[in-house]
């Protein structure tokens, strides 16, 4: 939940009681981010978030981690602003656009819609921005026109019981906590449907080789009566060499007797090769369920997104990892051989796989 005009005119208020504050760092940690650390007060950092479903400004004395490569922005507010005091903040009554103002320079901070951060001079002509779409596009050297607040009622004034930061921060810690737990949560879903889709066919497949299990014992039922197979028939009935019981036997009427005995002694071969293989198959896939769940409930336990974050790199561990492309493959389609010997051909993208099904 982003915070609200009078929301923000209270912390701007708080802001404003520090006094004149010169930049010391200057840290973006993503697009809509940015942190600014004063020389005078090093423990307590203002953070702007101008995301969307998240827009808010606290002053706040958790520290993050900074990424090691400063993105383009921040490199430009460096620049620009390092060492010089922040002297002023506006913001118009119920409106959600706020300018920090600085000997020079003008970084207004779109709290809003699409939000974003637009670095001016003393006249509004556009240094650079982040993230902050405007109609006509604006490029650098144009001279940007805030829009005129609409005429409203007076904005009603925030009453805090404790430091505003303090409130919009809790707040925005604890949006930010269920934003990351439906993402990590969205991600885990599909992988628990995929692992669902594959548990099938690998039950699918232990079932037609389980199947195939007898098929040593009828290969060897028709080996032992071979001169009793007639020919061109589609089944036959023989007694079994071992037991003396009478066993019928489906037979292909266009093969040979020998080519019916090495037929079952075929599918007995592929059933030993194949089970071992899929009883392993299910098993991992078994385990990765009981994983996903796992991870599921420590995500829905994380009261922080620190420790959250804890969990959410497990949940990106359970993807499989890419199958190697087939060498030789045309159209370079990626190729699987399932327990039974079929092969599957599976496309990079939407259209290889269109191509594929027509």
Known sequence: MSASS??????????????????????QTAEKDIWLIFREEKERRLFIDTGRETGSMFLTERKATFPKTAPAFSMLLRRKLIGLPLEKIEKQPNDRLAVLIFPGYRLYCRLFGPGGFLLTDEKNRVIGSAAFSYKPTLIAGDIFEPPQPSAQQPETEEVFGESPSAVLEKRYM??????????????????????ARHLKLLASDREKLLAQKECKQLGDTLSA???KIPHGAKSVTLPDPATGEETKIPLAPEKSAAENINLYYKKYRRYKKGIGRTEKSIKEAEERENRIAETVEQINSATTPEELERFAPEAAELKPKKAKTARGEPGGYRKFTTALGHAVFVGKNGIQNDRLVK
């Open 225 to 227: 009566n071979f001169a």
């Open 6 to 27: 009078s929301e923000l005119s209270a912390v701007i208020k708080e802001i404003e009681s520090l006094g004149r504050r010169r930049v010391a760092k200057i840290y």
């Open 174 to 195: 604890e949006s930010v906590l269920e934003s990351r737990r439906q993402t990590a949560l969205t991600r885990l879903r599909r992988e628990r449907k995929k692992n």
